[in-house]
Protein backbone atom coordinates (compact mmCIF):
# COMPACT_ATOMS: atom_id res chain seq x y z
CA UNK A 1 0.00 0.00 0.00
CA UNK A 2 1.66 3.75 -0.78
CA UNK A 3 2.67 4.99 2.37
CA UNK A 4 2.16 9.52 2.50
CA UNK A 5 5.07 9.62 3.88
CA UNK A 6 9.12 9.71 2.59
CA UNK A 7 11.05 6.48 3.42
CA UNK A 8 12.20 7.50 6.85
CA UNK A 9 9.95 10.77 8.26
CA UNK A 10 11.16 13.28 9.75
CA UNK A 11 11.26 14.26 13.15
CA UNK A 12 9.29 17.28 13.38
CA UNK A 13 9.13 20.58 16.41
CA UNK A 14 5.68 21.95 16.08
CA UNK A 15 4.01 25.44 17.61
CA UNK A 16 0.33 26.09 18.04
CA UNK A 17 -0.58 29.29 19.47
CA UNK A 18 -3.97 29.89 17.93
CA UNK A 19 -6.53 30.41 20.27
CA UNK A 20 -5.81 30.23 24.28
CA UNK A 21 -3.72 27.30 24.43
CA UNK A 22 0.04 27.37 24.11
CA UNK A 23 0.88 24.06 22.07
CA UNK A 24 3.92 22.52 21.28
CA UNK A 25 4.56 18.74 20.02
CA UNK A 26 7.42 16.61 18.80
CA UNK A 27 6.33 14.34 16.38
CA UNK A 28 8.00 11.74 13.66
CA UNK A 29 5.75 11.16 10.64
CA UNK A 30 1.90 10.15 12.55
CA UNK A 31 3.64 9.40 16.13
CA UNK A 32 3.32 11.77 18.59
CA UNK A 33 6.75 11.72 20.68
CA UNK A 34 5.67 14.52 23.01
CA UNK A 35 2.12 16.44 23.45
CA UNK A 36 2.38 19.62 25.64
CA UNK A 37 -0.45 21.74 26.03
CA UNK A 38 -0.18 24.85 28.44
CA UNK A 39 -3.76 25.55 28.84
CA UNK A 40 -4.79 29.40 29.51
CA UNK A 41 -9.12 28.21 30.45
CA UNK A 42 -8.22 29.98 34.12
CA UNK A 43 -7.28 32.99 32.80
CA UNK A 44 -10.06 33.06 30.59
CA UNK A 45 -12.68 32.44 32.84
CA UNK A 46 -13.45 35.15 34.15
CA UNK A 47 -14.57 36.74 31.14
CA UNK A 48 -16.66 33.78 29.62
CA UNK A 49 -14.75 33.26 26.48
CA UNK A 50 -11.00 34.28 25.11
CA UNK A 51 -9.40 37.48 25.99
CA UNK A 52 -7.16 37.91 23.15
CA UNK A 53 -4.87 40.73 24.43
CA UNK A 54 -4.60 38.09 27.49
CA UNK A 55 -4.39 35.53 25.20
CA UNK A 56 -1.24 37.22 23.84
CA UNK A 57 0.41 38.22 26.91
CA UNK A 58 0.11 34.12 28.44
CA UNK A 59 1.77 32.79 25.15
CA UNK A 60 4.64 35.33 25.21
CA UNK A 61 5.17 33.91 28.67
CA UNK A 62 4.02 29.99 28.00
CA UNK A 63 5.95 29.23 24.91
CA UNK A 64 9.71 29.31 25.38
CA UNK A 65 9.13 26.40 28.64
CA UNK A 66 6.22 24.55 26.09
CA UNK A 67 8.97 24.13 23.75
CA UNK A 68 11.48 22.93 26.53
CA UNK A 69 9.11 20.62 27.76
CA UNK A 70 7.95 19.28 24.35
CA UNK A 71 11.36 18.60 23.71
CA UNK A 72 12.58 17.22 27.24
CA UNK A 73 9.43 15.08 27.08
CA UNK A 74 10.41 13.86 23.52
CA UNK A 75 14.11 13.04 24.73
CA UNK A 76 15.70 15.02 21.52
CA UNK A 77 17.44 17.66 21.00
CA UNK A 78 17.50 20.29 18.74
CA UNK A 79 19.92 18.52 16.08
CA UNK A 80 17.59 15.54 15.96
CA UNK A 81 14.69 17.61 14.24
CA UNK A 82 14.58 18.54 10.48
CA UNK A 83 12.06 20.81 10.68
CA UNK A 84 9.89 23.60 12.31
CA UNK A 85 6.00 23.45 11.59
CA UNK A 86 3.74 26.31 12.67
CA UNK A 87 0.37 27.20 12.67
CA UNK A 88 -0.38 30.59 11.02
CA UNK A 89 -3.86 30.27 10.72
CA UNK A 90 -6.75 30.86 10.83
CA UNK A 91 -7.03 31.60 14.28
CA UNK A 92 -7.18 35.17 16.97
CA UNK A 93 -4.48 37.27 15.14
CA UNK A 94 -1.98 38.44 18.36
CA UNK A 95 -2.57 34.95 19.30
CA UNK A 96 -1.30 33.28 16.42
CA UNK A 97 1.47 36.66 15.73
CA UNK A 98 3.33 34.82 18.83
CA UNK A 99 4.01 31.04 17.58
CA UNK A 100 4.83 32.94 14.65
CA UNK A 101 7.08 34.58 15.55
CA UNK A 102 8.84 32.13 17.72
CA UNK A 103 9.05 29.75 15.70
CA UNK A 104 10.48 31.73 13.24
CA UNK A 105 13.22 32.96 15.37
CA UNK A 106 13.59 29.12 16.67
CA UNK A 107 14.07 28.00 13.18
CA UNK A 108 16.74 30.76 12.62
CA UNK A 109 18.85 30.10 15.63
CA UNK A 110 18.74 26.41 14.81
CA UNK A 111 18.87 26.35 11.25
CA UNK A 112 15.36 24.47 10.72
CA UNK A 113 13.21 24.71 7.56
CA UNK A 114 10.14 26.27 8.93
CA UNK A 115 6.82 25.10 7.73
CA UNK A 116 3.58 26.61 7.51
CA UNK A 117 0.42 25.14 8.41
CA UNK A 118 -3.20 25.32 8.62
CA UNK A 119 -4.88 24.77 11.58
CA UNK A 120 -8.44 23.45 10.11
CA UNK A 121 -6.13 21.04 8.10
CA UNK A 122 -4.37 20.10 11.36
CA UNK A 123 -7.88 19.76 12.87
CA UNK A 124 -8.73 17.32 9.88
CA UNK A 125 -6.03 14.63 10.17
CA UNK A 126 -5.82 14.88 13.93
CA UNK A 127 -7.61 11.26 14.19
CA UNK A 128 -4.69 10.08 11.92
CA UNK A 129 -2.08 10.68 14.86
CA UNK A 130 -1.04 7.49 16.83
CA UNK A 131 0.57 7.12 20.34
CA UNK A 132 4.23 6.25 21.17
CA UNK A 133 4.59 2.51 20.68
CA UNK A 134 6.00 0.87 24.15
CA UNK A 135 9.73 1.05 23.95
CA UNK A 136 9.76 2.91 21.19
CA UNK A 137 13.63 3.90 22.02
CA UNK A 138 14.72 0.43 21.90
CA UNK A 139 12.99 0.10 18.38
CA UNK A 140 15.30 -0.44 15.27
CA UNK A 141 15.23 2.99 13.15
CA UNK A 142 13.87 0.79 9.82
CA UNK A 143 11.17 -0.24 12.66
CA UNK A 144 10.50 3.33 13.87
CA UNK A 145 9.94 4.41 10.10
CA UNK A 146 7.26 1.72 9.72
CA UNK A 147 5.48 2.22 12.42
CA UNK A 148 5.97 6.47 11.91
CA UNK A 149 4.75 5.93 8.33
CA UNK A 150 1.19 6.37 7.00
CA UNK A 151 -0.47 3.78 4.70
CA UNK A 152 -2.15 6.37 1.77
CA UNK A 153 -6.24 5.87 2.64
CA UNK A 154 -8.40 5.24 -0.50
CA UNK A 155 -9.68 8.91 -1.40
CA UNK A 156 -11.55 10.94 -1.30
CA UNK A 157 -12.23 11.23 2.62
CA UNK A 158 -15.05 13.18 4.62
CA UNK A 159 -13.55 15.37 7.09
CA UNK A 160 -15.51 16.55 9.82
CA UNK A 161 -14.48 19.43 12.06
CA UNK A 162 -16.66 20.52 15.16
CA UNK A 163 -14.75 23.00 17.49
CA UNK A 164 -15.14 26.11 19.39
CA UNK A 165 -14.51 28.13 16.38
CA UNK A 166 -15.41 25.97 13.36
CA UNK A 167 -18.22 23.09 12.75
CA UNK A 168 -17.80 22.30 8.98
CA UNK A 169 -17.46 18.93 6.42
CA UNK A 170 -14.41 18.76 4.03
CA UNK A 171 -13.96 16.70 1.08
CA UNK A 172 -10.61 15.66 1.05
CA UNK A 173 -8.87 13.99 -2.28
CA UNK A 174 -5.47 13.54 -1.15
CA UNK A 175 -3.32 15.64 0.99
CA UNK A 176 -3.30 19.35 1.04
CA UNK A 177 -6.40 18.76 -1.75
CA UNK A 178 -9.26 19.92 0.47
CA UNK A 179 -12.75 21.10 -0.44
CA UNK A 180 -15.19 22.66 1.82
CA UNK A 181 -18.49 21.09 1.52
CA UNK A 182 -20.75 22.68 4.37
CA UNK A 183 -20.08 24.94 6.92
CA UNK A 184 -21.50 26.86 9.58
CA UNK A 185 -23.21 30.21 8.54
CA UNK A 186 -22.67 31.84 12.40
CA UNK A 187 -21.97 29.73 15.02
CA UNK A 188 -20.13 26.79 15.77
CA UNK A 189 -21.24 24.08 17.24
CA UNK A 190 -19.17 24.36 20.40
CA UNK A 191 -19.28 28.05 20.51
CA UNK A 192 -23.08 27.63 20.57
CA UNK A 193 -22.62 25.08 23.70
CA UNK A 194 -20.32 27.65 25.43
CA UNK A 195 -22.85 30.17 25.04
CA UNK A 196 -25.71 28.77 26.74
CA UNK A 197 -23.80 27.05 28.76
CA UNK A 198 -23.18 30.82 29.99
CA UNK A 199 -26.22 31.46 30.30
CA UNK A 200 -26.90 28.68 32.58
CA UNK A 201 -23.48 29.81 34.32
CA UNK A 202 -21.85 26.19 33.63
CA UNK A 203 -18.46 28.17 32.98
CA UNK A 204 -15.94 28.53 30.65
CA UNK A 205 -15.40 26.54 28.13
CA UNK A 206 -19.45 24.80 29.02
CA UNK A 207 -19.28 21.78 26.40
CA UNK A 208 -17.54 19.46 28.73
CA UNK A 209 -20.02 20.23 31.57
CA UNK A 210 -22.78 20.34 29.19
CA UNK A 211 -21.99 16.74 28.28
CA UNK A 212 -21.94 15.79 31.69
CA UNK A 213 -24.71 17.02 32.77
CA UNK A 214 -26.59 16.24 30.00
CA UNK A 215 -25.82 12.03 31.11
CA UNK A 216 -28.04 13.54 33.95
CA UNK A 217 -31.08 14.79 32.35
CA UNK A 218 -34.12 14.01 30.31
CA UNK A 219 -33.63 15.01 26.50
CA UNK A 220 -37.20 14.98 25.60
CA UNK A 221 -37.97 17.86 28.32
CA UNK A 222 -36.53 20.39 26.23
CA UNK A 223 -37.09 20.04 22.66
CA UNK A 224 -34.99 22.03 20.10
CA UNK A 225 -35.65 22.68 16.49
CA UNK A 226 -34.46 21.28 13.52
CA UNK A 227 -32.63 24.26 11.97
CA UNK A 228 -32.45 24.91 8.11
CA UNK A 229 -34.41 21.47 7.33
CA UNK A 230 -35.47 23.63 3.78
CA UNK A 231 -32.04 24.71 2.37
CA UNK A 232 -30.72 22.24 -0.30
CA UNK A 233 -27.07 22.80 0.78
CA UNK A 234 -24.95 20.71 3.73
CA UNK A 235 -24.61 24.65 5.78
CA UNK A 236 -25.03 24.66 9.30
CA UNK A 237 -26.29 27.21 11.60
CA UNK A 238 -26.12 27.21 15.35
CA UNK A 239 -27.29 30.44 16.10
CA UNK A 240 -31.21 29.86 16.16
CA UNK A 241 -30.69 26.99 18.88
CA UNK A 242 -28.48 29.74 20.94
CA UNK A 243 -31.55 32.07 20.34
CA UNK A 244 -34.04 29.30 21.57
CA UNK A 245 -32.01 28.25 24.42
CA UNK A 246 -32.28 31.68 25.40
CA UNK A 247 -35.82 32.59 24.96
CA UNK A 248 -36.43 29.14 26.64
CA UNK A 249 -34.28 30.10 30.13
CA UNK A 250 -35.30 33.25 30.23
CA UNK A 251 -39.14 31.68 30.46
CA UNK A 252 -37.39 29.36 33.59
CA UNK A 253 -35.84 31.91 35.36
CA UNK A 254 -39.61 34.10 35.15
CA UNK A 255 -41.18 31.18 36.64
CA UNK A 256 -38.26 30.21 39.37
CA UNK A 257 -37.80 26.53 37.68
CA UNK A 258 -34.34 26.79 37.06
CA UNK A 259 -33.38 24.09 39.07
CA UNK A 260 -30.46 21.65 39.11
CA UNK A 261 -32.76 19.36 37.30
CA UNK A 262 -33.63 21.67 34.78
CA UNK A 263 -30.60 22.17 34.23
CA UNK A 264 -29.46 18.71 33.19
CA UNK A 265 -32.41 18.30 31.34
CA UNK A 266 -32.06 21.82 29.25
CA UNK A 267 -28.54 20.44 28.93
CA UNK A 268 -29.63 16.71 27.36
CA UNK A 269 -31.90 18.95 25.23
CA UNK A 270 -29.85 21.46 24.08
CA UNK A 271 -27.06 18.56 23.20
CA UNK A 272 -29.66 16.40 21.11
CA UNK A 273 -30.48 19.70 19.39
CA UNK A 274 -27.10 20.58 18.69
CA UNK A 275 -26.08 17.09 17.43
CA UNK A 276 -28.93 16.52 15.39
CA UNK A 277 -28.63 19.54 13.30
CA UNK A 278 -24.96 18.07 13.09
CA UNK A 279 -26.07 14.56 12.12
CA UNK A 280 -29.24 15.73 10.03
CA UNK A 281 -27.06 17.74 7.70
CA UNK A 282 -24.15 14.83 7.44
CA UNK A 283 -26.94 12.28 6.66
CA UNK A 284 -28.34 15.00 3.95
CA UNK A 285 -24.75 15.13 2.42
CA UNK A 286 -24.01 11.17 2.40
CA UNK A 287 -27.58 10.37 0.93
CA UNK A 288 -26.68 12.73 -1.98
CA UNK A 289 -23.11 11.90 -2.61
CA UNK A 290 -24.28 8.06 -2.29
CA UNK A 291 -26.79 9.08 -5.06
CA UNK A 292 -24.64 10.83 -7.54
CA UNK A 293 -21.67 8.97 -7.23
CA UNK A 294 -21.97 5.43 -4.98
CA UNK A 295 -20.51 4.88 -2.45
CA UNK A 296 -18.71 8.35 -1.82
CA UNK A 297 -16.43 8.68 1.01
CA UNK A 298 -13.59 5.81 2.03
CA UNK A 299 -13.92 7.07 5.42
CA UNK A 300 -14.99 10.23 7.99
CA UNK A 301 -12.83 11.56 10.16
CA UNK A 302 -13.71 13.50 13.33
CA UNK A 303 -11.55 16.49 14.99
CA UNK A 304 -11.80 19.58 17.26
CA UNK A 305 -12.56 20.01 20.72
CA UNK A 306 -16.44 19.15 20.49
CA UNK A 307 -14.90 15.20 19.07
CA UNK A 308 -13.91 14.54 22.81
CA UNK A 309 -17.85 14.18 23.19
CA UNK A 310 -19.20 10.59 23.44
CA UNK A 311 -22.98 11.28 22.44
CA UNK A 312 -21.17 13.01 19.38
CA UNK A 313 -19.59 10.33 18.35
CA UNK A 314 -22.21 7.52 18.83
CA UNK A 315 -24.70 9.67 17.18
CA UNK A 316 -22.32 9.93 14.26
CA UNK A 317 -21.92 6.35 14.34
CA UNK A 318 -25.22 5.84 14.20
CA UNK A 319 -25.02 8.25 11.13
CA UNK A 320 -22.55 7.02 8.96
CA UNK A 321 -23.64 3.11 9.75
CA UNK A 322 -26.47 2.27 6.90
CA UNK A 323 -23.80 4.17 4.74
CA UNK A 324 -21.13 1.10 5.65
CA UNK A 325 -18.92 3.90 6.87
CA UNK A 326 -16.54 4.04 9.79
CA UNK A 327 -15.48 6.67 12.19
CA UNK A 328 -11.66 7.82 13.09
CA UNK A 329 -11.75 9.79 16.24
CA UNK A 330 -8.70 11.68 17.49
CA UNK A 331 -6.65 8.91 20.18
CA UNK A 332 -7.40 10.81 22.94
CA UNK A 333 -8.82 13.93 24.33
CA UNK A 334 -5.55 16.38 24.16
CA UNK A 335 -5.77 15.57 20.23
CA UNK A 336 -9.87 16.75 19.98
CA UNK A 337 -8.95 20.44 21.31
CA UNK A 338 -6.50 22.36 20.11
CA UNK A 339 -2.99 20.65 20.06
CA UNK A 340 0.67 20.69 18.50
CA UNK A 341 0.70 17.30 17.95
CA UNK A 342 -1.77 17.14 14.70
CA UNK A 343 0.10 20.40 13.60
CA UNK A 344 3.40 18.09 13.56
CA UNK A 345 1.54 15.59 11.50
CA UNK A 346 0.76 18.01 8.89
CA UNK A 347 3.59 19.71 8.68
CA UNK A 348 5.97 16.55 8.50
CA UNK A 349 3.66 15.01 5.61
CA UNK A 350 4.47 18.54 3.98
CA UNK A 351 8.31 18.20 4.89
CA UNK A 352 7.93 15.18 2.92
CA UNK A 353 6.53 16.69 -0.22
CA UNK A 354 9.36 19.43 0.18
CA UNK A 355 6.87 22.61 1.12
CA UNK A 356 9.21 24.20 3.51
CA UNK A 357 8.99 27.96 3.21
CA UNK A 358 11.75 29.32 0.58
CA UNK A 359 11.23 32.54 2.29
CA UNK A 360 10.90 31.90 6.63
CA UNK A 361 11.09 35.57 7.20
CA UNK A 362 8.44 36.85 5.00
CA UNK A 363 6.12 34.08 6.92
CA UNK A 364 3.20 35.98 8.61
CA UNK A 365 0.25 34.91 10.94
CA UNK A 366 -2.84 34.18 8.09
CA UNK A 367 -6.21 34.80 11.04
CA UNK A 368 -8.72 34.09 8.25
CA UNK A 369 -7.17 31.05 6.41
CA UNK A 370 -9.68 28.78 5.23
CA UNK A 371 -9.37 25.04 4.31
CA UNK A 372 -10.48 25.14 0.59
CA UNK A 373 -8.05 25.37 -2.23
O1 LIG B 1 -10.83 22.83 19.08
P1 LIG B 1 -10.97 23.63 20.31
O2 LIG B 1 -10.06 23.30 21.46
O3 LIG B 1 -10.75 25.14 20.06
C1 LIG B 1 -11.49 26.07 19.45
O4 LIG B 1 -11.96 25.90 18.32
O5 LIG B 1 -11.62 27.13 20.11
O6 LIG B 1 -12.49 23.46 20.78
C2 LIG B 1 -12.96 23.99 21.95
C3 LIG B 1 -14.45 23.70 22.00
C4 LIG B 1 -15.16 24.51 23.08
O7 LIG B 1 -16.31 25.08 22.52
C5 LIG B 1 -15.53 23.44 24.10
O8 LIG B 1 -16.69 23.74 24.85
C6 LIG B 1 -15.73 22.25 23.23
O9 LIG B 1 -14.71 22.32 22.26
N1 LIG B 1 -15.63 20.97 23.95
C7 LIG B 1 -16.68 20.13 24.12
C8 LIG B 1 -16.19 19.05 24.88
N2 LIG B 1 -14.87 19.26 25.13
C9 LIG B 1 -14.55 20.46 24.56
N3 LIG B 1 -17.94 20.21 23.70
C10 LIG B 1 -18.76 19.19 24.03
N4 LIG B 1 -18.37 18.13 24.75
C11 LIG B 1 -17.12 18.02 25.20
N5 LIG B 1 -16.75 16.96 25.91
Avoid at 116 to 145: D, G, R
Avoid at 226 to 248: Q, V
Wanted: hydrophobic letters at 45%; charged letters at 20%; a positive charge.
Amino acid sequence: MPKLFSAQPATILAIDTSCDDTAAAVVKGRVVLANVVASQIQLHKPYGGVYPTIAKQAHLENWPATVSKALAQAQVDWSDLAALAVTVGPGLAPALEVGVTAAKQLALEHHLPLISVNHLEAHAWSSQVIAKPQAWLSLTPAQQAEISNLAEPTWPVLAVIVSGGNSLFVEITGFGKNRVLGKTLDDAAGECLDKVGRMLSLGYPAGPTVEDFAKLGDAKKFKFPLPMTTSDNFDLSFSGLKTHARNEIEKLIQVDKLDQAATYDFCAGLQTGVFRHLTHKLGKLLAFRAAVSGRAFSQVWLGGGVAANMALRQTLRTTLKPFGLKLSVPYNQRLCGDNAAMIGLVGGLKFSQGLIEKLPDKVERQPRLTIDN
